[in-house]
């Protein structure tokens, strides 16, 4: 009765809605309209890519212009503060907003870059692995299974520091020891659609096997692969800080929040605010990029949604 | 039971080989590990001279097997900074780390466990909204930035704790808490959705309806079946918070492997590295084998199955 029920209302719902893409978008906006979350995810995380797109616009000074003279400037809500400085400034008398905001450009191609390469990576690999299955199978899910069980931050720290510091390393390293996760991620799903009975149906029509690929599998895989790839980029971002933080991320001239965060390190006990407010940026950015994966994961897995409703 | 364990236990061997290749491969992706090793202003001749000593001249294969058949016996050579044998090294710094990382943990259990228990127990509640926070902010704020901001608040304006060292008790509620937190985090989330799913589990609604005491049914059928899936988180995480005290333990001058692999990365002390490296697999595998074996034996539909 229930299940007649819900079949009913929710095939009548995709007559309505999922004929055309606006009426797709409207019914996307709606459920994130219901979920605040989801919503306040979505626009931390707009909020991040305006910021790291429009950064000279929207940066008061040039991030890498010294002032010695007001060095050290305390944030506007300080007694000693200045709307010239809204931040301050850090040891050099550079200003620590335009830096904050031209840092966001690291965060962002770091794990933009990054969850792209470790996505296609992961996505080629499973494929091959749940779809050939066999001994090619059973190597690579061992691989996969060791590179899953190691300390993953000491050996991408110690990696790092053998590659030395340059934006294109960060991210190389980062796309390449992240794959294994999109890899397993891919392998579960391949596996699963596999034994779906559409699957079944289009091999006994005699579908070859591309075709099977790219119509029944790959379009089922793109949910599971996004809510994945938000929460790997919200990672991405943490670990780059942290490896800036310990010097082995970009160059310590480019501005960039770990860089922020461990040159403020020294100035602590005088300056508090030199790495305070990049760290609060790192925290905001992987909030939104949280929550919007919690919010994906429940809307793109259709399974979840109907026990939502 | 049985050939599950052993099961087990060859993979993760055959995990452990994996690692001890890794090792070894790290230190040559460069293409010269001797001047990956050596000072960026050491001479040629002097570079020469270490690879020769070091043996990087021999064929990839001979150093492999080389290299093989010392670690397994525990054998990385000497530490290049401190010219005594690596593994010591790293003995040496292991109990500061299982501290910190135990102390944290505890931490992490203590809170994070009654109040997933409450949350899931009574959902939309003030007590479950706490624990969401809690799940959300451990899951997001950055631990080198939480140390820093730690550090200034009870260190240097409040002066109730200090900011560095392990000489005293003390030294270790910042760095512990700090470590804790993203544990506490996840801790949260994970008995929050284990109660509640439970909770909505037909032998609950049966159990509730042939009119079972609700403290019974809450000890018996909730509590017990939310015990199993933590067993296993919890275990993993202890293995995670061992392999990633890099920055706190850094921050705090905390003497563990997380602190000593920071400074070998200094030194460019890659023997040293790679035992680190090597032991610090050696215990998660050996965590994550442990934990498995401990679901196994909870869990009676994989004790008392095939």
């Known amino acids: 009765m229930e299940?007649?029920?819900?079949?009913?209302?929710?095939?009548?719902?995709?007559?309505?809605?999922?004929?055309?893409?606006?009426?797709?978008?409207?019914?996307?906006?709606r459920l994130l309209w219901r979920d605040k979350s989801g919503l306040l995810g979505l626009s931390l995380f707009l909020l991040l890519v305006i910021t790291a797109a429009f950064s000279p616009l929207l940066a008061p000074h040039d991030p890498l212009d010294q002032n010695l003279s007001d060095s050290k400037t305390p944030p506007v809500w300080d007694v000693e503060g200045t709307w010239k400085y809204p931040l301050g400034t850090d040891n050099l008398?550079?200003?620590?907003?335009?830096?904050?905001?031209?840092?966001?450009?690291?965060?962002?191609?770091?794990?933009?870059?990054?969850?792209?390469?470790?996505?296609?990576?992961?996505?080629?690999?499973?494929?091959?692995?749940?779809?050939?299955?066999?001994?090619?199978?059973?190597?690579?899910?061992?691989?996969?299974?060791?590179?899953?069980?190691?300390?993953?931050?000491?050996?991408?720290?110690?990696?790092?520091?053998?590659?030395?510091?340059?934006?294109?390393?960060v991210i190389l390293i980062f796309g390449i020891t992240d794959a294994p996760i999109f890899a397993r991620t891919t392998r579960g799903e391949v596996l699963r659609i596999r034994e779906a009975g559409y699957v079944e149906s289009a091999i006994s029509i005699g579908a070859r096997r591309w075709r099977i690929i790219f119509d029944h599998i790959l379009p089922n895989l793109i949910g599971p692969l996004i809510t994945v790839m938000t929460f790997e980029m919200?990672?991405?971002?943490?670990?780059?800080?942290?490896?800036?933080?310990?010097?082995?991320s970009v160059p310590p001239s480019v501005p960039s929040w770990g860089n922020m965060l461990s040159n403020g390190r020294k100035y602590l006990t005088v300056a508090p605010w030199i790495s305070t407010y990049p760290g609060l940026a790192i925290m905001i950015?992987?909030?939104?990029?949280?929550?919007?994966?919690?919010?994906?994961?429940?809307?793109?897995?259709?399974?979840?949604?109907?026990?939502?409703? | 039971m049985q050939r599950y364990f052993l099961s087990r236990l060859v993979q993760s061997v055959l995990i452990l080989l994996g690692v001890l290749t890794l090792v070894f491969f790290m230190v040559r992706v460069s293409g010269d590990p001797a001047s990956l090793m050596m000072p960026k202003e050491a001479s040629q001749e002097s570079i020469e001279a270490f690879r020769e000593k070091m043996g990087f001249n021999r064929p990839l294969p001979v150093q492999y097997l080389d290299f093989i058949s010392h670690a397994i016996w525990g054998d990385f050579g000497n530490s290049?900074?401190?010219?005594?044998?690596?593994?010591?090294?790293?003995?040496?710094?292991l109990p500061a780390t299982v501290q910190l990382a135990g102390a944290g943990l505890l931490l992490a259990i203590l809170v994070a466990i009654p109040l997933g228990l409450i949350g899931g127990s009574t959902p939309g509640s003030l007590w479950d909204s706490a624990g969401r926070l809690l799940g959300l902010l451990g899951q997001s704020i950055p631990n080198f930035w939480l140390?820093?901001?730690?550090?200034?608040?009870?260190?240097?304006?409040?002066?109730?704790l200090p900011s560095f060292g392990r000489d005293e008790l003390k030294s270790l509620i910042l760095p512990a808490f700090v470590m804790g937190l993203?544990?506490?985090?996840?801790?949260?989330?994970?008995?929050r959705s284990a109660v509640l799913e439970i909770r909505g589990e037909d032998y609950i609604r049966t159990a509730h309806s042939k009119g079972l005491d609700p403290r019974r049914v809450y000890y018996r059928h909730i509590l017990l079946n939310a015990a199993i899936p933590l067993i296993s988180v919890i275990g993993v995480q202890f293995g995670y918070m061992l392999g990633g005290s890099i920055y706190i333990e850094t921050i705090f001058s905390w003497p563990g492997m997380g602190q000593l692999i920071e400074q070998a990365i200094g030194w460019r002390d890659y023997t040293l590295i790679q035992a680190i490296a090597f032991f610090t697999s050696l215990v998660v595998v050996s965590l994550n084998?442990?934990?498995d074996l401990a679901y196994a034996w909870v869990d009676p539909r994989i004790r008392l199955g095939s």
Request: charge should be positive.
């Open chain 2, 182 to 191: 993203p544990v506490m985090g996840s801790l949260v989330r994970l008995t």
């Open chain 2, 80 to 93: 290049l900074h401190f010219k005594t044998p690596a593994l010591s090294l790293v003995l040496q710094r």
């Open chain 1, 234 to 248: 919200s990672a991405m971002i943490f670990y780059e800080a942290g490896l800036s933080f310990l010097g082995l």
């Open chain 1, 93 to 169: 008398g550079r200003d620590q907003l335009s830096r904050i905001i031209y840092g966001s450009r690291v965060s962002l191609t770091v794990g933009f870059f990054g969850v792209l390469i470790a996505a296609g990576l992961g996505l080629v690999i499973g494929l091959i692995s749940g779809y050939t299955g066999g001994r090619t199978d059973a190597v690579i899910t061992g691989i996969v299974n060791l590179l899953l069980a190691l300390p993953y931050l000491l050996f991408v720290v110690v990696i790092a520091s053998i590659f030395g510091r340059s934006l294109l390393n």
């Open chain 2, 289 to 291: 084998l442990l934990t």
């Open chain 1, 3 to 29: 299940h007649a029920a819900s079949k009913g209302q929710s095939s009548g719902l995709a007559v309505d809605i999922e004929r055309t893409w606006l009426g797709r978008l409207g019914y996307l906006w």
């Open chain 1, 285 to 309: 950015s992987s909030l939104g990029m949280n929550l919007l994966g919690d919010w994906l994961r429940d809307v793109l897995d259709p399974r979840l949604r109907r026990v939502k409703k």
């Open chain 2, 147 to 160: 140390a820093l901001v730690l550090i200034f608040l009870f260190a240097v304006r409040l002066r109730l």
